[in-house]
């Protein structure tokens, strides 16, 4: 009989590994080469874990031989796991928990059933299978990529279905102007700012937060586009080659913007020219009569060779040939004001908004708000009124203490303005960051000169995960900071924990950068 109770505790472990797998499965994008990246990324960071690990699995297999203890001894040590493996989730607080969206529902629902048939077919096996099987179950994060493999065609069926079903109703709408958006960083900026405009005078939709994948642009089809939309800004994102062409055949806009080009997502692009030439596909699959808007002061955007003969307008902040170029910038703890330099003149604005790369966005959304007809007084009105873009330069209150928050999907160029905007602000000036990901090989140097750059612009430093800020650390020790000024802790909570203790109410705190769970040792 007390055989029987092996199965629930091997059913228990298998679930509370399998809860954790797709949580970190979902973090990476349900993306395999990122998810076996993270896998083994575990291994140079956690070597002890590894190694305790594996020796677990040794016991499990090893209490076979317990004659004739061997199935308490089994039934003890799986016992213990599941008690210790279920309060180590329990303590963590995660920044971003596990969402039961269709998808993870269908990979429980797959992998539960591979579960029992493969306990089906243990059970008449020989009693040392059922050991391993056991000891298998904490190798299940490693194990159940191949399941999910098996599970990718049916998610690919559902992708397509949705997709061209979505495909056919945008065509329907041919009225419809559509706004493609695109670039290493600033896309989501920029589309927000462009809706907050376009706004004042037409019926437009955007596609919701970080909404920039194929499924996620199908979703905001979907649910949110209505026959009355005037315009729908879409924004496009991409990690790897293939991703821009692939959205501009589905969504096919008339308009486009190159926000920025950088070395964002080098891991999966491989290299500079793939990312240049994934970028400006944007602007390639425009049609003849499109128009597309580049940023100047991007000198991969400025020296790529356009093929297409749809007309370009120009943005930019350092460069002055260009047809809309921002000056007299003017920063404040409560905004920015700046003139637009254009053939129409000079025309002033102010803002809520911090950073010149907010400023860049601006002139995206100036450049194509002339486009549609809105007067420069609307302009100024809506530029004026423009609310924050959440965790992007967003100034704000916490528990009575002034936070610059920058957390969304930091990068060497934002973070570079997020320094000088903090180097503005009174008393004193914190920073809480884990640094960056998604570099490739330049990853540690740019977290590097991260650190470098932080001498006299930062008062005191907060890092996130130890093994990831060590590049900044030593940008920090080579720039001579103080460090006795520098902080490294595990967690976010922790940091801000930290904070409330050091900080006054009158200090400005940057929070630069908030990785997934995944990302975070």
């Not at 056991?134 to 049916?154: F, T």
């Amino acid at each position: 009989m007390i055989k029987y109770i092996v199965y629930p505790l091997i059913l228990s472990l298998f679930v509370l590994n399998l809860k954790k797998a797709l949580h970190m499965f979902q973090q990476n994008r349900y993306e395999f080469d990122r998810y076996t990246n993270w896998l083994f990324q575990q291994i140079k960071v956690n070597v002890k874990n590894i190694l305790l690990l594996l020796l677990t699995i040794f016991f499990l297999i090893a209490s076979y031989w317990l004659q004739p203890y061997s199935i308490l001894a089994l039934s003890t040590i799986l016992a213990i796991l599941n008690v210790v493996i279920y309060h180590q989730e329990k303590k963590k607080d995660y920044i971003k928990p596990l969402h039961y969206t269709n998808r993870v529902k269908r990979q429980w629902v797959f992998l539960l059933f591979v579960f029992l048939g493969a306990s089906i077919w243990i059970y008449a096996q020989s009693e040392l299978v059922l050991y391993v099987f056991s000891a298998s179950a904490l190798l299940l994060p490693w194990l159940c990529i191949y399941a999910l493999i098996l599970l990718e065609p049916i998610e690919n069926y559902v992708k397509g279905r949705f997709k061209t079903k979505a495909k056919k109703k945008l065509q329907a709408q041919t009225a419809l102007k559509i706004i493609g958006i695109t670039g290493s960083y600033g896309k989501t900026s920029s589309k927000n700012i462009l809706q907050a405009i376009l706004s004042e005078q037409y019926y437009s939709l955007m596609t919701p937060a970080s909404f920039n994948t194929p499924m996620g642009i199908t979703r905001t089809v979907h649910e949110y586009l209505k026959p009355t939309h005037e315009v729908f800004i879409c924004e496009m994102g991409a990690d790897r080659v293939g991703d821009i062409k692939e959205l501009m055949q589905f969504v096919q806009p008339q308009y486009g913007v190159v926000t920025s080009i950088g070395p964002q997502h080098l891991n999966t692009f491989k290299t500079m020219e793939n990312i240049i030439q994934e970028k400006m596909q944007m602007i390639e699959c425009l049609p003849k009569d499109g128009v597309g808007v580049l940023n100047y002061d991007n000198a991969y955007i400025k020296n790529y060779k356009i093929s297409n003969t749809c007309r370009i307008l120009t943005i930019a902040i350092e460069e002055s040939e260009v047809d809309y170029q921002a000056i007299n910038i003017q920063y404040t703890p409560l905004g920015t004001t700046f003139d637009v330099k254009s053939k129409d003149g000079i025309e002033n604005y102010e803002t809520r908004l911090l950073g010149k790369h907010n400023i860049m966005n601006i002139l995206v959304a100036i450049a194509l708000a002339k486009e549609f007809g809105i007067t420069s007084q609307q302009l100024q009105h809506a530029i004026r009124m423009c609310p924050y873009i959440q965790h992007r330069l967003e100034l704000k209150n916490i528990n009575g203490y002034t936070f610059i928050d920058n957390a969304f999907n930091s990068n060497p160029s934002g973070a570079k303005m997020s320094l000088e905007v903090l180097s503005r602000m009174p008393n004193r000036r914190f920073i809480i960051t884990p640094g960056f990901i998604d570099l490739g090989s330049l990853q540690e140097e740019a977290n590097y000169e991260f650190g470098y750059a932080m001498k006299d612009k930062v008062d005191v430093v907060i890092l996130v995960g130890k093994h990831q800020t060590r590049p900044i650390y030593q940008g920090l020790q080579a720039s001579n900071f103080d460090l006795q000024q520098v902080h490294v802790v595990d967690k976010v909570v922790e940091a801000f924990q930290l904070v409330y203790r050091l900080a006054d109410k009158t200090d400005t705190i940057l929070l630069e950068n908030d990785l997934p769970d995944a990302f975070n040792h």
